[in-house]
């Protein structure tokens, strides 16, 4: 109770003045990893993104679920999830388009090679991008079809079983942003809450429940648009000639060399 009242106070005293629509939903405490009995036998505390997700869904301010349907009542809403070490630089809508955002993409053949970076879409061959209802977007994380020997935790006839190598990586090697209609978010992260404590069984280790996020999308049958441009964390690479592995080093680039510390050398209140 301190806590959450301590989180209330800063929120009000710090997020709450700078807009109307910036709320704070405080969720239960997730963490617990239960055993077959259902005792508490340790934490994973990456368990609180797909339930706190589901717990907003259903009890956030503006939200709720049709619990006749089992449907979120403001369906078309675009849900986007971030981790907390990220920061915004400009809007997340769910409008996308080169050259502002950059796309990965490839050919769809079996051994073809890693994603690209690109100006169009994979499935499209847009400039452009729309989340919609059966279409979600998300950064490409470097895990690559890893989650797929974990697929079985769906069911031995889920569609994710199926999923090939290729597919895998141009479609499901996604993270945080997810970006999706609150319709096929709020199914996915049905299902993410069933399959994140099983992958975790098998696979103790962080990236757990991010392999669980591939799992459950892959068996809806909700293939991601990845992009590049939502990240940067390897500073090993260079977006330049698409050396940039799946990350958005081209603003950071762009920043002139001049102006790279003023933000540091400014006096801030």
């Not at 974990?150 to 970006?179: K, M, N, Q």
């Not at 940039?244 to 762009?254: F, L, P, Q, S, T």
Request: overall charge negative.
């Amino acid at each position: 109770e301190t806590e959450r009242e301590e989180l209330k106070q800063w929120h009000e005293a710090h997020v709450a003045p700078l807009s109307l629509r910036f709320g704070l939903h405080l969720t239960p405490e997730f963490s617990n990893v239960r055993d077959a009995e259902g005792k508490t036998v340790g934490t994973y505390e990456f368990f609180n993104k797909p339930f706190g997700l589901k717990h907003w869904m259903e009890y956030g301010e503006g939200m709720g679920i049709d619990r006749e349907r089992n449907l979120p009542l403001r369906h078309d809403t675009i849900v986007a999830l971030l981790d907390p070490d990220h920061m915004l630089v400009r809007p997340i809508t769910g409008h996308f388009a080169s050259p502002a955002d950059v796309f990965r993409t490839g050919s769809m053949k079996e051994g073809s090679g890693g994603n690209v970076d690109s100006t169009t879409t994979l499935k499209e061959n847009r400039t452009k991008f729309t989340v919609r209802h059966g279409h979600p977007l998300s950064q490409e994380y470097g895990f690559r079809d890893g989650w797929r020997k974990y697929a079985h935790v769906a069911g031995e006839d889920s569609p994710a079983t199926r999923v090939t190598a290729t597919e895998a990586l141009r479609s499901y090697a996604v993270g945080p942003p997810y970006v999706a209609t609150a319709l096929d978010m709020y199914r996915i992260a049905t299902l993410w809450c069933e399959f994140a404590p099983l992958v975790h069984n098998e696979f103790p280790e962080l990236m757990a429940e991010m392999y669980a996020f591939s799992i459950a999308t892959a068996h809806l049958g909700l293939p991601h648009q990845l992009v590049s441009s939502m990240m940067v964390s390897d500073t090993s690479v260079s977006s330049r000639n698409d050396v940039g592995g799946g990350e958005g080093w081209r603003m950071i680039d762009a920043i002139p060399a001049a102006d790279v510390c003023s933000f540091a050398m400014n006096s801030l209140d």
